[in-house]
Each structure stands twice: as C-alpha cells, then as structure tokens.
C-alpha cells in the first residue's frame, strides 16, 4: 500500500446535458479550472449506446485485454471516481459507475465513452496538497495512480 495526505479544496458543480460524454465533460471542467487532483461523484442518467469496461478478459495474462458491454436502453447511472494528473500533467479520470434499467445492472469504467440521457449531476471535490499522478505501467498498459 501507497498513501499520502491532502485536504479538500474547491468544489465544481456540474449539470452535463443531453448527449455530453462524462468524462470528457470532467476533464474539461478540470482543465478550465485548474483543478488537478479531485474525487468525483456522478448520478443522473446513461443513454444507449454508451459503453463501459467489464472486467479484464483473462487479468493474469500478459496482455490485458479489456471487456466492454453497450448498454442497451437509457439507464440511472451512480458513480465514484477520481482525478489525477497523467504523465503529460492533463487530468485523468478514472470512474466507475453502475448503470440499471429495471430489474438489470451493469457496473464498470465509464471510459470507453458514456453519454449523459437527459441529465447527470457531477461533483468534483478538489485534493489539494499532494503531489500524485498516474504513471504508465509498463506491464499492464494502465495508468496507475503513484500517491
């Protein structure tokens, strides 16, 4: 385990519309205010056709391949995440979410692309004090937060 110490700064609110693409609209936020490291919150709706990443096809081969599902109608979505540097210093998010539609669920990485329905709610608490980024691992190809 890895850790260090930091304390909340500001506070985004951010209301993204139909069609908005949720973490694009994050970074962008993040970049124009110059918040570099943040926790994030997300609760709205998903439309169809966005996609997540579910799970790693085999996790313990040497080439991680990733598993991605569409989701098939508009669905609730209710996500955590966090915001971290990469290596170039452009914010990173990384975010799951899980996404219902009656009686089914689908939980994964909101990076391959997942569009706002109608609307989604998204607080960014800034971190402040720490240095932490995400670094390339050379192994897997993520880019791994180095608190």
Request: with cysteine; glycine share 12%; hydrophobic share 40%.
């Amino acid at each position: 385990m890895r850790y260090s110490e930091g304390r909340i700064g500001r506070v985004l609110v951010l209301r993204l519309e139909d069609g908005d693409v949720l973490h694009e609209c994050v970074e962008r936020a993040a970049f124009e205010s110059n918040i570099q490291r943040a926790a994030v919150l997300v609760v709205g709706g998903a439309d169809r056709g966005s996609r997540l990443v579910v799970g790693p096809k085999d996790g313990r081969e040497d080439d991680i391949l990733p598993v991605l599902t569409e989701l098939a109608g508009e669905s609730e979505i209710a996500g955590v995440g966090t915001l971290f540097p990469d290596e170039d210093g452009m914010p990173s998010l990384h975010l799951h979410a899980s996404c219902g539609r009656g009686e089914k669920s689908v939980t994964g990485c909101v990076r391959p692309g997942v569009k706002t329905w109608i609307i989604q709610e998204v607080i960014v608490m800034e971190l402040m004090g720490l240095g932490s980024k995400r670094i390339t691992d050379p192994r897997s190809g993520f880019k791994l937060l180095e608190p």
